[in-house]
């Protein structure tokens, strides 16, 4: 079990919008700032989000983070086929005194 | 432009030591808050944090290994070592370096390694 509890699976319909979630506690995204990875199978993960609701150069604005005390969600709105990956949260940890990530949400493009 | 490339033995018999070496450039882990860290991916399954070294010399460890893990650094060469001792099978996974440019605890991995593929087994 994750520390960070991600839903295994999502999906939904090209141009339609999915939400993923990811729950923590006050030791990780309660106290520090979340960020998400996309990984499409076979590729190395690559940062979507940083500092909660940050996109990197790069990221398309049809995806957007949120935060709200020990959650975060990240939103994908106008669903293409080329989102269809795993999405991965992180965050500090004080109790494990390390970095801990979800266990992953496997998105399809149906 | 920073890149990151894992180098090391693609099989590894249970009991032995696991060497990685994460060489890298268009960055110095001299540099003010600069770390590089190791994560790694069993086949099939999530992302698991194992390490991080700054550009002070401070390290960090997931807890559940860290009496198994050692990690290190040569500034001049560019290159950041991990170590892991006694392997099990259940080591076997993809390793990957990633670079973090902010020290501190919000940090995140803004490059990332291809990774090397490590599987376990007599």
């Known amino acids: 079990q994750s520390v960070l509890a ?19 506690s006050r030791s990780n995204i309660g106290t ?3 960020n998400w990875y996309q990984q499409v199978p076979g590729t190395a993960p690559k940062l979507l989000m940083y500092n909660n609701d940050q996109r990197p150069s790069g990221v398309p604005d049809r995806f957007s983070g949120s935060k709200s005390g020990t ?6 709105s106008g669903l293409q086929s080329e989102d269809e990956a795993d999405y991965y949260c992180a965050a500090w940890d ?11 949400t496997k998105l399809t493009v149906l | ?7 090391g033995p693609a099989l590894v018999k249970p009991t032995q030591t696991l060497t990685l070496t994460c060489t890298f450039s268009g960055f110095s882990l001299s540099t003010d808050r600069m770390c590089v860290n190791w994560i790694r991916q069993p086949p099939g399954k999530a992302l698991e944090w194992l390490a991080r ?3 002070d010399d401070d390290k960090y460890y997931t807890t559940s290994l860290k009496t198994r893990l050692t990690i290190s650094k040569d500034t001049s060469k560019n290159q950041v070592v991990l170590t892991m001792t006694n392997v099990d099978p259940v080591d076997t996974a993809t390793y990957y370096c990633a670079r ?8 995140y991995f803004d490059y990332w ?9 007599s």
């Not at chain 2, 432009?1 to 180098?7: A, F, G, K, P």
């Open chain 2, 1 to 7: 432009q920073v890149t990151l490339r894992e180098s």
């Open chain 1, 6 to 24: 991600q839903p295994p699976s999502a999906s939904e319909t090209p141009g339609q919008r999915v939400t993923i979630s990811c729950s923590g």
């Open chain 1, 71 to 76: 959650s975060v969600s990240l939103t994908i």
């Open chain 2, 100 to 107: 973090s440019p902010l020290g501190g605890y919000n940090y």
């Open chain 1, 94 to 104: 004080d109790g494990l005194n390390g970095l801990v990530f979800g266990g992953g």
């Open chain 1, 32 to 34: 520090y700032t979340v």
């Open chain 2, 53 to 55: 070294i700054d550009w």
């Open chain 2, 113 to 121: 390694g291809q990774g090397t593929l490590v599987t376990v087994s």
